[in-house]
């Protein structure tokens, strides 16, 4: 089977999406599908082309096996949300002369179309489906525009809304089948595509050799907490060590990650004596082998998001490192029902110390039974290499409702 991937974000980008896309491309090309991957000259989260990429209109390569064509987006450093927009746009133009290879689309047995962002998905859907009635699979990771508006960034009911409403509405009715990484997404996309197959894909993390085997300090007498991952407004981890005094409560914070509350991150960090180290951004690989070492993992929604699980929950599990999770929805079950860490609503800084102390002052015991769910998780329930054999007869096999 050849599966073309629709995506905005791919490596050598780093952050949530670029990572949960490319773990869905290689994985099925080890389950023996051959899959490319349409995509934009890298440029995120700088908001400048990469290097080797600049100067440009598009490039051709191989990544890890899988052929990937690129084409130029607006890439820009400004934290104005119209210039972030104009580079979704020049995209959803551009993947348009990729059309032009008239007898390359014709072969692909499914095209699986990424969304958020909204304009791309409502570009691509136009022309892989609507015009060339290729069998088409809309990878929902967020509901747009409804994210937008509880985080602040649009109006609901303003032009924008609208506009973006009416694409939601037209790639959910015109997809084949579709995916989502929460069962709230699934939900919430059947009321506009009642009927149509469906699969429910979580952000799941590959296994690698030797997770979850190296156990973490045994001494909590200096708790020993990380987070990895993108600085921005969801997670708003600026207002977390604004609010909470980790060296006050016997704890550490390890910061790694980039985003747009990095230098402001990285400027409070060198004058507030808080317990927070700041490290920057680190290749995920170094991530990985460093998550073990930590006892525990802070997890943050700032605010409540239907649909939304933060990948991060996943990453953890096969390190054997327990969740701290502050948010609510889907993602909040997993960690309680599971037993995995220990779960405070969004913003709640009083709740979070708690659990803090909570883990800080829990008996070994107990701790390691948290630690041991956490791979036992991601060796069955949360198995990425089980998703993706299911996920791969999914795609092989559903009717078209």
């Given amino acids: 089977m050849k599966v073309l991937v629709v995506s905005f974000y791919y490596p050598p980008e780093i952050g949530a999406a670029a990572s949960r896309i490319s773990n869905m491309v290689e994985g099925l090309q080890r389950e023996g599908a051959e899959v490319e991957v349409l995509t934009c000259l890298p440029s995120y989260p700088k908001g400048r082309i990469f290097e080797g990429y600049r100067h440009r209109l598009w490039k051709n390569e191989t990544i890890n096996g899988v052929k990937v064509y690129r084409f130029w987006t607006y890439a820009s450093v400004s934290k104005n949300p119209f210039s972030r927009v104009m580079g979704m746009l020049m995209f959803a133009i551009l993947l348009w002369t990729f059309g032009l290879r008239l007898f390359k689309v014709k072969g692909y047995d499914r095209v699986v179309i990424q969304s958020p962002p909204l304009p791309v998905a409502f570009s691509a859907m136009l022309l892989f489906r609507s015009i060339y009635r290729r069998p088409t699979v809309l990878n929902v990771s967020d509901l747009w525009p409804t994210t937008a508006v509880v985080l602040g960034a649009m109006r609901e009911g303003s032009l924008y809304y609208r506009v973006l409403a009416f694409m939601e509405r037209f790639v959910y ?18 009321a506009f595509a009642f009927g149509k197959p469906h699969f429910l894909y979580r952000n799941l993390q590959p296994a690698v050799s030797g997770e979850g085997d190296s156990a973490a300090t045994a001494d909590r007498s200096c708790l020993r907490l990380v987070y990895a991952g993108l600085l921005g407004v969801a997670q708003d981890i600026l207002g977390m060590i604004e609010h909470i005094d980790f060296k006050q409560m016997g704890a550490e914070l390890h910061i790694f990650g980039d985003g747009n509350q990095a230098a402001v991150i990285g400027s409070y960090v060198k004058t507030h004596d808080c317990g ?35 990948s991060k929950i996943f990453d953890l599990l096969p390190h054997g490192t327990p969740v701290l999770f502050c948010g609510g929805g889907e993602g909040e079950h997993i960690v309680a029902d599971g037993r995995l860490g220990l779960v405070s609503p969004p913003g709640d800084y009083a709740a979070l110390k708690a659990n803090i102390l909570a883990l800080k ?4 015991v107990e701790y390691e039974g948290y630690r041991a769910r956490c791979i036992e998780a991601s060796r069955h329930e949360f198995s990425f290499d089980e998703q993706m054999k299911k996920y791969y007869q999914f795609l092989q096999n559903y009717q078209q409702a």
């Fill in 361 to 364: 002052s829990m008996p070994d």
């Fill in 173 to 190: 009715r015109h997809a084949t089948a579709y995916q989502g990484q929460s069962q709230e997404i699934i939900n919430h996309v059947e």
């Fill in 276 to 310: 927070v180290v700041f490290h920057g951004y680190k290749p995920k690989g170094e991530i990985s082998r460093l998550l073990s070492s930590y006892h525990a993992s802070i997890v943050p929604l700032a605010v409540a998001i239907k649909g939304a699980v933060p």
